[in-house]
């Protein structure tokens, strides 16, 4: 009898405990009920079709036990369903946004959408021309900085949602957390794989009801990204690669679990500071990097200049420079940010940037296939 209670109250404990587990896990509520819409790559977004609406949670980069938020995504035309889960309402589709990055402000555009971003943040670095072309004519009101937006303008706009990009310490957002308009964290850019951060694509489909063309086009760009990635693996060569140059007294470079590291595995590269185990970017003495990178096969670097980088101005950056392998042998490959849409494209386009990657490692299986991106410097 004695056995029969004592199984009988660890039963209960550890019901219990699973149900503080489960609340733990979920910052505070464990919601119960609805469908989940399968996330084949992405880590930190979590959908749930629920009844009368769907429930969006983003996981925390940054300590992943909990949520950083969660959203109610209600149909603006129906009515609020009973029983919500803690969160906040969001009513979609979005008609009238505040978005604070240009690389969202491109994906909206491409979801055809662009008509419901009523406001922007750092207005000079958007290369859409259509919105630019909206700001010049007054439908579209810049909000200045993405760090420190204009409130009063918030204000006037009264937007039904403002999209942020979150950061470690971004805490309640100060004055504009407490303007009672939903701030969309977009984590997006704290995923560690390239197909993870491009599965926000759905999401984004679902905040200006787009979702069945998201779905198409994250179809795609897997489709097309996992069939280079195979292709790339199948090379019997693996070459190796540095990355950036030096920047006054640092080098940075992607750490061996970041987004940049995984991307030039699926290349079909062996990265040169694979071993380094951050998931962001490392500052480096310039000279340990040049003792590590001059033997490395290809340099691949990104500058921001009018003109092409040339060999001659490579060289003028830094002496050390001129003794990289990559550099002597012609290997040495740049994106000019100023004259094209690499931040705007690649985030949610990883295939066009694994496109030009595995053509600059694997030139004789692809061709002379012209690149999107990169260019040689000569």
């Not at 959408?113 to 000079?124: F, K, L, Q």
């Not at 200045?144 to 470690?168: C, H, N, Q, R, T």
């Not at 590590?292 to 830094?318: I, S």
């Amino acid at each position: 009898m004695k056995n029969v209670k004592l199984t009988y109250v660890l039963a209960v404990l550890l019901t219990m405990l699973c149900a503080l587990a489960s609340c733990t896990q979920s910052g505070g509520y464990s919601e119960s009920g609805g469908e989940a819409i399968a996330m084949r790559y992405s880590e930190l977004l979590r959908l749930k079709d629920c009844q009368g609406y769907v429930s969006a949670e983003i996981i925390n980069p940054w300590d992943t036990t909990k949520l950083l938020h969660r959203y109610i995504l209600v149909e603006a035309d129906g009515s609020m369903p009973e029983s919500l889960p803690e969160g906040d309402v969001v009513r979609i589709p979005l008609q009238k946004s505040v978005v604070s990055t240009s690389v969202h402000c491109s994906l909206i555009n491409e979801l055809g959408a662009y008509r419901a971003i009523r406001g922007v943040c750092d207005a000079d670095y958007l290369y859409l021309k259509a919105l630019k072309d909206e700001i010049k004519a007054g439908n579209v009101a810049d909000v200045g900085s993405s760090m420190e937006p204009d409130i009063e303008k918030l204000i006037d706009l009264s937007p039904d949602a403002v999209l942020m990009s979150p950061y470690e310490s971004s805490g309640s957002y100060g004055k504009l957390g407490k303007l009672g308009i939903p701030l969309i964290e977009c984590a997006d850019y704290m995923e560690q794989t390239a197909l993870g951060r491009a599965e926000w694509i759905r999401f984004f489909g679902l905040l200006y009801g787009q979702q069945a063309k998201a779905d198409s086009i994250f179809s795609c760009v897997e489709k097309a990204y996992l069939s280079l990635r195979d292709s790339a693996s199948a090379m019997k060569e693996h070459p190796t690669v540095l990355t950036e140059m030096k920047s006054g007294s640092t080098w940075y470079v992607a750490g061996g679990n970041s987004y940049v590291a995984r991307l030039l595995k699926d290349a079909g590269a062996d990265y040169i500071f694979k071993d380094e185990p951050s998931a962001g970017s490392v500052p480096y003495d310039p000279e340990m990097v040049f003792y590590r990178g001059q033997k490395a096969d290809y340099w691949l670097v990104k500058y921001n200049q009018p003109t092409v980088m040339t060999k001659e101005q490579l060289a003028q950056q830094w002496t050390l420079n001129m003794q990289m392998d990559a550099y002597r042998n012609g290997r040495a490959f740049g994106v000019n940010l100023s004259r094209g849409t690499f931040y705007e494209e690649t985030p949610f386009h990883p295939e066009l940037l694994l496109r030009d990657l595995v053509s600059i490692f694997h030139p004789s299986a692809n061709g002379a296939r012209t690149m999107r991106y990169y260019q040689q410097i000569r």
